[in-house]
């Protein structure tokens, strides 16, 4: 897959040809600086490994520092491999923009949705409490209820659904069309919306 690494402006809304408001999310594409060159000869596969975003030497570790001083460029907050380049096509150290979108592609785009932290089954799954109040039940309206487990198997199953973590997922949006390229300032807007909080990295492929 070819793509590269941005993060998510935000949203809008764009009238197509047919003055249709349509929904649509604002992406910043790159720059993305080629950082490594995987080869099959040496690594066992090919791969293009782009970075995106400079952040400060003191947050770098000194392995990090040498991998960067490499290919002449500051240290980058985030790496990520695309196997989609053709080899030869570019060289460490090059620089890639949002140009090698055009309009009217149809991208992947992958978020991450934003994390909820620990949270009980009624926010969780959609579960609608034990119901009313009476007969004792004062403090059990959002909890799970019974997990259907007696003495036999004397277990709870895996895969119940239960309490526990929330969001921070991976979610992988498909076919999402580009409606408008603005290459001069690595910025693609792309109809449908994406998972994630404004700001948060996203990886683009086509």
Not at 34 to 39: A, D, L, N, S
Not at 42 to 67: I, R, S
Not at 128 to 151: K, N
């Amino acid at each position: 897959m070819q793509g590269l690494i941005g993060k998510k402006v935000g949203m809008t809304s764009i009238f197509d040809e047919n003055g249709k408001n349509v929904p649509c999310t604002v992406l910043q594409a790159g720059p993305c600086v080629v950082t490594q060159i995987k080869t099959v000869d040496k690594d066992g596969y090919f791969a293009v490994q782009l970075g995106f975003e400079d952040k400060k030497e003191k947050h770098t570790t000194k392995a990090e520092m040498g991998h960067f001083r490499k290919v002449n460029t500051t240290p980058k907050r985030k790496l990520i491999e695309f196997n989609g380049f053709s080899e030869n096509q570019f060289k460490e150290g090059e620089v890639l923009t949002a140009d090698i979108f055009k309009s009217d592609d149809f991208v992947d785009v992958r978020g991450w949705s934003k994390g909820k932290g620990f949270q009980g089954v009624v926010k969780r799954h959609g579960f609608g409490g034990v119901g009313g109040t009476t007969h004792g039940q004062s403090d059990r309206l959002r909890h799970p209820g019974s997990m259907g487990a007696s003495s036999f198997p004397s277990r709870v199953f895996p895969g119940m659904r239960m309490a526990g973590r929330t969001g921070g997922n991976k979610v992988v949006s498909q076919n999402l069309k580009v409606v408008k390229l603005m290459a001069e300032n690595d910025i693609i807007i792309v109809r449908g919306s994406i998972a994630g909080p404004k700001g948060g990295y996203v990886i683009i492929t086509r």
